[in-house]
C-alpha cells in the first residue's frame, strides 16, 4: 500500500476533503486520508493500494496547500499480542 505523509505547515480555516475533490483523490489512487495536527501546523497522511506517494505533491495541490515536506515510510511492523506469535516486518 502507497502512504505519505504531507506536512502542510500553519492552517486558517476548514480542512477536509469535499465531494467535489474526492474522485481526484481518487484517480491518484487515494483511498484514505487523515488530517492530523500539532501546535505547528498540520499535515495530511493519504494512502492507498494504487496510490504512489511520489504524486504526494499533486495531493497538497489538490488541497490547495503548498507542501513542505514529504515523508515516507521506512519500516512498517505488525505487532501481535500472542506469545510465540509470527513477527513480521
Given at each position: 500500500?502507497?502512504?505519505?505523509?504531507l506536512?502542510?505547515?500553519?492552517?486558517?480555516?476548514?480542512?477536509?476533503?469535499?465531494?467535489?475533490?474526492?474522485?481526484?483523490?481518487?484517480?491518484?489512487?487515494?483511498t484514505?486520508?487523515?488530517f492530523v495536527?500539532?501546535?505547528?501546523?498540520?499535515?495530511v497522511?493519504?494512502?492507498?493500494?494504487?496510490?504512489?506517494?511520489?504524486?504526494?505533491?499533486?495531493?497538497?495541490?489538490?488541497?490547495?496547500?503548498?507542501t513542505?515536506r514529504?515523508?515516507?515510510?521506512?519500516?512498517?511492523?505488525?505487532?501481535?499480542?500472542?506469545p510465540?506469535?509470527?513477527?513480521?516486518?
Amino acid at each position: 500500500m502507497g502512504v505519505a505523509v504531507l506536512l502542510l505547515g500553519a492552517h486558517d480555516g476548514e480542512i477536509g476533503v469535499s465531494p467535489a475533490l474526492a474522485p481526484a483523490l481518487g484517480r491518484l489512487g487515494v483511498t484514505h486520508v487523515q488530517f492530523v495536527s500539532d501546535e505547528r501546523g498540520f499535515g495530511v497522511i493519504v494512502e492507498g493500494w494504487a496510490f504512489d506517494p511520489d504524486s504526494a505533491g499533486e495531493v497538497a495541490d489538490l488541497l490547495g496547500r503548498a507542501t513542505q515536506r514529504v515523508l515516507r515510510p521506512l519500516l512498517d511492523v505488525a505487532i501481535s499480542d500472542e506469545p510465540g506469535g509470527p513477527v513480521h516486518a
